[in-house]
């Protein structure tokens, strides 16, 4: 069965530093989202992207985040400058669009640790 | 603006007894309604999802859900707990193609 993949698992990173978070959705799917869930806490919606630019973004999704599909199948997430309570688990997920019946399929996420 | 409450954040229940786990939603509109599950250090398990139709769902691992637009809920039930179901479950709420709002979770214990 198809899943959405999330790489690396586990990112460290100093407070200040960029960090670029990699997805590969569903390889028909047409919408793409980030969602982050600090520890203990719920999921959060960030932003969601189709046709090539955000449809959609929360109040936490401020100008140190960008998105972007460089290629057919990577999406990626980047964090300019982190900060300390950047600190969560960052899940990409993905539907194909166009059906009543569409889901969205989450990827493993990856875990960011700011220090 | 929409929003999920999940009333319990944490239920123990024993092994073969059953289960319901609470969600209430409010929604401007018809609602797409989920429920996923996370294991430790997992990521987000789709369960069952609401979209329109019969409004008893089936979903994977013998869990089914029930919406009921009067009371605005969407409660997850399962007849026959096993240890393995232990986990967080998320109800959310959304619309085809928009963002998911979730609820904050309930954390389930199974006892032996």
């Known amino acids: 069965e198809p899943e959405v993949t999330q790489t690396p698992s586990h990112q460290v990173t100093q407070m200040g530093q960029e960090v670029i978070l990699r997805c590969v959705p569903i390889?028909?799917?047409?919408?793409f989202y980030w969602y982050r869930q600090i520890l203990g806490q719920k999921v959060e919606f960030l932003v969601s992207f189709y046709n090539n630019e955000i449809s959609e973004k929360s109040e936490i999704f401020d100008d140190q985040f960008s998105v972007e599909r460089p290629d057919g199948s990577n999406f990626t997430l980047k964090i300019r400058s982190t900060k300390l309570e950047d600190s969560a688990m960052y899940f990409c997920a993905s539907i194909s669009g166009g059906r009543e019946t569409d889901t969205q399929y989450f990827g493993p996420g990856t875990r960011l640790t700011v220090l | 603006a929409q929003s999920v409450t999940q009333p319990d954040i944490h239920i123990t229940v024993s092994e073969g007894a059953s289960l319901e786990l609470r969600c209430n939603y409010s929604?401007?509109?018809?609602?797409?309604l989920f429920w996923y599950v996370q294991s430790p250090g997992q990521g987000l398990q789709l369960l069952l999802k609401?979209?329109?139709?019969?409004?008893l769902v089936q979903g994977i691992k013998g869990f089914e859900a029930e919406f009921k637009r009067s009371q605005s809920s969407f409660n997850l039930r399962k007849p026959s707990v096993h240890w393995s179901d232990a986990a967080e479950y998320f109800c959310a709420v959304g619309a085809l193609g928009r963002a998911l709002t979730f609820g904050s979770g309930t954390r389930l214990q199974v006892q032996p």
């Open positions: 390889s028909n799917h047409l919408y």
């Open positions: 609401y979209f329109s139709g019969d409004t």
């Open positions: 929604y401007g509109a018809t609602p797409y």
